[in-house]
């Protein structure tokens, strides 16, 4: 009698559903064959693993806004004249619903925060930094960032 055979003769005293059935038999018959030579599809209700997927679209950084001085975007770049100036920009993706992060080449220059979506790059000191933005899929977008100082200063 076949191995799969007796494991159907004993699952059927288990009540153990067919979708099991097939998946154990396969899995157990590739054991001596070198690999899976089958694989079935989840059984109904089942669990899904799902791994985040790349919409291959980077994150758009609006049009900022300088509540206390500033100027530019991030096409041209944005230029301050004061320590603790900022811009803020609304952050959107097509296609896309996770949250975003922001990291600064240079710290000591410009910093960047975000919250709800929303970007914040504050001047810190003379210089210049690059703003990177991304996503969870690694897909990402840049803003340059020049600080001159001629006034201002930090709170």
Not at 30 to 43: D, R, V
Not at 121 to 143: H, Q
Request: charged letters at 10%.
């Amino acid at each position: 009698m076949r191995f799969e055979q007796v494991l159907r003769r004993r699952v059927n005293r288990l009540k153990i559903p067919r979708a099991a059935i097939f998946i154990a038999a396969a899995l157990l018959s590739s054991c001596s064959g070198g690999g899976l030579s089958a694989i079935a599809p989840a059984a109904a209700g089942a669990p899904v693993p799902t791994t985040p997927t790349s919409n291959n679209n980077a994150p758009i950084i609006g049009t900022p806004t300088f509540p206390i001085g500033g100027s530019g975007n991030c096409t041209s770049g944005i230029a301050f004249n004061g320590l603790g100036q900022t811009a803020v920009s609304n952050l959107t993706e097509s296609g896309y619903s996770g949250t975003f992060a922001a990291a600064s080449s240079d710290s000591s220059v410009a910093t960047a925060s975000i919250t709800n979506a929303t970007l914040t790059i504050t001047a810190i000191n003379s210089g210049a930094a690059t703003i990177t933005v991304s996503d969870s899929t690694n897909n990402e977008s840049t803003c340059s960032v020049n600080v001159t100082v001629t006034g201002g200063t930090v709170s």
